[in-house]
């Protein structure tokens, strides 16, 4: 069985300063791992992914995650955050054998200004 | 290309009636998948399809509930009856096939039974 948690319901930063949001998985196998970004009255948007290859994969809207596999995380970062950037976040793992994604409950980033 | 579509954007329906929501994902792409989202439970997966054949309904709520793919562009989750507590916003997504691929939401429908 695969799962995904995301600790935080809630992040709150303030604009410029960097953020984190935390994401910890259980996969069998070699995992593929999303994150999604969901703004209000939208559907989620992909952001980025950790196929294989290096650890720190880049992604849309200046947003970073690193794969660390002893730890089973998968967090994502942003140097920089702006008041734009205040949406819900979800972390994906992909099931390798059954083609779909395990969506974790999703953690609201508020940026103030 | 226009990205996942779906319809309604929005229904509100009386309890007992039979709901409707419709989808055409991108084209070229094997996968579709239907979500359901709500404050209270999240984003669930109710059920999906590849190469137009359903895979795993386990999410799939209870009997009133069926999903079907008649071709590789258009998809349909009905709702007969209605309940109040099966307001949500219902997603349809899309993907290529082959695991390294993310999906592609559409915009959702917002359903409000009362």
């Known amino acids: 069985a695969q799962s995904v948690a995301q600790p935080e319901d809630q992040v709150n930063v303030a604009e410029g300063n960097p953020l984190t949001v935390k994401c910890t998985y259980s996969?069998?196998?070699?995992?593929?791992l999303f994150w999604y970004v969901q703004y209000p009255n939208r559907g989620l948007q992909f952001l980025l992914k950790?196929?294989?290859?290096?650890?720190l994969v880049k992604g849309s809207y200046g947003f970073e995650a690193e794969f660390n596999k002893s730890q089973t995380s998968f967090h994502l970062k942003k140097p920089s955050a702006l008041v734009s950037d205040s949406a819900l976040y979800f972390c994906?793992?992909?099931?390798?054998?059954?083609?779909?994604?395990?969506f974790g409950d999703g953690t609201t980033l508020t940026v103030k200004p | 290309d226009a990205g996942v579509i779906q319809s309604p954007r929005h229904e509100v329906t009386e309890m007992g009636q039979e709901v409707t929501l419709r989808c055409k994902p991108i084209?070229?792409?094997?996968?579709l998948f239907w979500y359901r989202q709500t404050m209270m439970r999240g984003l669930e997966l109710l059920i999906y399809?590849?190469?137009?054949?359903?895979?795993?309904d386990s999410g799939m709520p209870e009997d009133r509930f069926s999903a079907k793919m008649p071709n590789a562009s258009f998809s349909t989750l009905k709702i007969q009856p209605s309940e109040p507590r099966d307001s949500a916003v219902y997603f349809c997504?899309?993907?290529?096939?082959?695991?390294?691929?993310?999906?592609?939401f559409g915009p959702g429908t917002r359903l409000t039974v009362t």
């Open positions: 994906a793992p992909d099931n390798t054998n059954a083609g779909k994604s395990t």
């Open positions: 996969v069998s196998g070699n995992p593929y």
């Open positions: 084209s070229g792409h094997d996968y």
């Open positions: 399809f590849n190469n137009n054949v359903p895979i795993d």
């Open positions: 997504a899309s993907r290529p096939q082959g695991l390294s691929y993310e999906q592609y």
């Open positions: 950790y196929i294989t290859g290096d650890n």
